[in-house]
């Protein structure tokens, strides 16, 4: 079955960086666009970029410049760079993709920038 699991989210003081990972199984990695979202409290959930299996990106105008998507075909893991973080940044990440309709989720892993 299908799996996503994240990991390597946070505290970090405004400014700094973190680098999130998503371990993906259970489909053919290679052959799928990949998505990270985030979530803050009280808000929906938010597409902040895209990556597909060439590698193409593209990011939401709030995070671009700043955050970096990548995937590993060989490893079936996609990460996510974050740089110059902001208090705005906090939030719970997921990576997602879409396979045959169906939308599948990570668990999701915290960021709390934050001094």
């Known amino acids: 079955q299908v799996q996503l699991v994240e990991s390597g989210g946070g505290l970090v003081q405004p400014g700094g960086s973190l680098k999130l990972s998503c371990a993906a199984s259970g489909f053919d990695f290679t052959k799928f666009d990949m998505y990270w979202y985030r979530q803050a409290p009280e808000k929906e959930r938010w597409l902040l970029a895209t990556?597909?299996?060439?590698?193409?990106?593209y990011y939401e105008s709030t995070v671009r410049g700043r955050f970096t998507a990548s995937r590993d075909n060989h490893k079936n893991m996609l990460y996510l760079q974050m740089d110059n973080l902001k208090p705005e940044d906090t939030a719970v990440y997921y990576c997602n993709t879409l396979i045959a309709g169906t939308n599948y989720w990570g668990q999701g892993t915290q960021v709390t920038v934050s001094s």
């Open positions: 990556i597909t299996p060439g590698s193409n990106e």
